[in-house]
């Protein structure tokens, strides 16, 4: 079992940054890859960005391509979301999710899940 709890969401500023974290507990942390999915009202889950183990190999959604950054402290057991130039779309519910192996953007074949944390950009 892993379990996720993300925070660092809030109500921001349209142009303005926030920083997310994702902990992870249970099984070793560095042994998997993390994702970062949102979801807004009235819309699918999308996603955002994943990191492998290492951290050396990332993707990211195009949507937040040059303005997100992910990253991981594998001592810490913690992924982060650096989220920079946020525009109103950016709002919605941000989640962490967890896989064994290899970087994806499919939500499915994530096999753990944080409760979320929100995101509000005001323009």
């Known amino acids: 079992q892993v379990q996720l709890v993300e925070s660092g969401g809030g109500l921001v500023q349209a142009g303005g940054s926030l920083r997310l974290s994702c902990a992870a507990s249970?099984?070793?942390?560095?042994?998997?890859?993390m994702g970062w999915f949102r979801q807004a009202p009235g819309k699918e889950r999308e996603f955002v960005a994943a990191i492998g183990w290492s951290g050396g190999r990332t993707l990211y959604a195009d949507s937040v391509k040059g303005r997100f950054t992910i990253s991981r402290d594998n001592a810490k057991n913690t992924v982060y979301l650096q989220m920079n130039s946020l525009k109103p779309d950016d709002t919605a519910v941000y989640y962490c999710?967890?896989?064994?192996?290899?970087?994806?953007?499919?939500?499915?074949?994530?096999?753990?899940w944080g409760q979320g944390t929100q995101v509000t950009v005001s323009s």
């Open positions: 999710a967890t896989r064994w192996q290899g970087v994806s953007g499919t939500a499915n074949e994530y096999h753990y």
């Open positions: 249970g099984r070793t942390f560095s042994s998997f890859s």
